[in-house]
């Protein structure tokens, strides 16, 4: 028998993360004791709050928890559910949980999983540092400058690092749970909640859904300023010392500055906008691979797929297929 913490965080939470957790394990425990012929639920669930009252979401929900993290003094398994909204302010409404997830992990060798956003309060115990973690890509470049010893794999949905897990963005978390049923229960168990459930199975990049809109939230003008310009001229020939001329700054100056502001180099900003900008059109328009190709900047077309497929996961062909409705439909 495991048992599993799921917690219920105070202040501004999605909702789905702790419902949808619960509701799979609850059907994973449907299976798992059929198949073993056992008498009780292999996983034991609680839904954990700061307090016993219930916490109302958005003014529309209530999640009332089963038990405090006062009630507790050993669980096998803590999911950190979504937190959303003002991450800073979300941080400090949830502060207590932190001294908790870290006691249980020192003194019990719990397991802990993140789900979405939920990755920032794993983060805040310094349990995360040296370790891997996947979260949702619309907040890696907060999550880059306020925990920079966690090795950040924004490509990934689930990560798994020496018994602390973390999932990407949104309702990925349902294959990460799906994921987690699997190391649990075995794969049987896993196929079958994954089928009845109708969740896409050992699906594991986030790649193709990311959408890249720059790290602008800096102080340096000189290098908002340099972005800017790499944004409307993507297409031409650009360089690092074009560019550090462009803007009155040295060189080496330059590329420090940038990838400081940015958590990118100049050339990978500039692919990362080419690539974008190529997304967009693909998603859109019937044009060629070539013709958007050439249109970005790019003259070799293996050097364009390889980039391609570098940032989304995909191939442009793929791509295309996937998002382009009016292609889709003619293939």
């Known amino acids: 028998m495991k048992h599993i913490s799921i917690l219920v965080p105070a202040g501004d939470s999605i909702l789905d993360t702790i419902i949808g957790s619960y509701g799979l394990l609850r059907m ?3 299976h798992y004791k059929r198949a ?3 008498k009780e639920d292999y996983f034991r669930i609680d839904l954990v709050g700061l307090s016993p009252d219930p916490v109302n979401y958005r003014g529309l929900f209530q999640v009332t928890p089963t038990k405090t993290i006062y009630d507790i003094d050993k669980t096998d398994l803590i999911v950190v559910s979504a937190i959303s909204g003002n991450l800073e302010k979300e941080i400090e409404n949830n502060q207590a949980f932190i001294p908790w997830i870290k006691k249980q992990r020192i003194e019990n060798d719990v397991e802990i999983a993140s789900l979405c956003k939920g990755a920032v309060l ?3 115990t310094g349990l995360l540092n040296g370790k891997s973690c996947a979260t949702h890509w619309t907040i890696h470049d907060f999550f880059r400058h ?3 010893k966690v090795n950040l794999i924004p490509e990934k949905i689930i990560s798994e690092d020496r018994g602390i897990y973390s999932s990407g963005g949104a309702y990925s978390f ?3 749970m799906i994921y987690l049923i699997e190391k649990y229960c075995g ?6 909640c994954s089928k009845v459930a109708e969740i896409e199975f050992d699906r594991i990049g986030q790649s193709h859904f990311m959408i890249f809109s720059g790290q602008k939230e800096h102080e340096d003008e000189p290098i908002q300023k340099a972005q800017d310009y790499i944004e409307k001229n993507y297409d031409k020939k650009l360089s690092i010392d074009d560019l550090a001329n ?5 060189s080496r100056s330059f590329l420090r500055r940038f990838k400081k502001a940015t958590a990118n180099t100049p050339l990978e900003y500039i692919q990362r906008v080419r690539i974008e900008a190529a997304k967009k059109r693909l998603e859109s328009s019937p044009d060629t691979i070539t013709e958007v190709m050439y249109d970005m ?3 070799d077309g293996k050097a364009f797929r390889k980039m391609f497929k570098k940032y989304t996961g995909l191939s442009p062909i793929e791509y295309r297929s996937k998002y382009n409705r009016e292609m889709a439909i003619a293939h």
């Not at 794969?187 to 079958?192: K, S, V």
């Not at 462009?246 to 040295?250: Q, V, Y």
């Open 28 to 30: 994973a425990n449907a």
């Open 36 to 38: 073993k012929n056992l």
């Open 122 to 124: 794993l983060a805040e």
């Open 146 to 148: 306020r925990y920079p």
């Open 174 to 176: 349902l294959n990460f």
């Open 187 to 192: 794969r049987e168990t896993a196929i079958w």
């Open 246 to 250: 462009t803007f009155a700054i040295s």
């Open 297 to 299: 900047g790019y003259i």
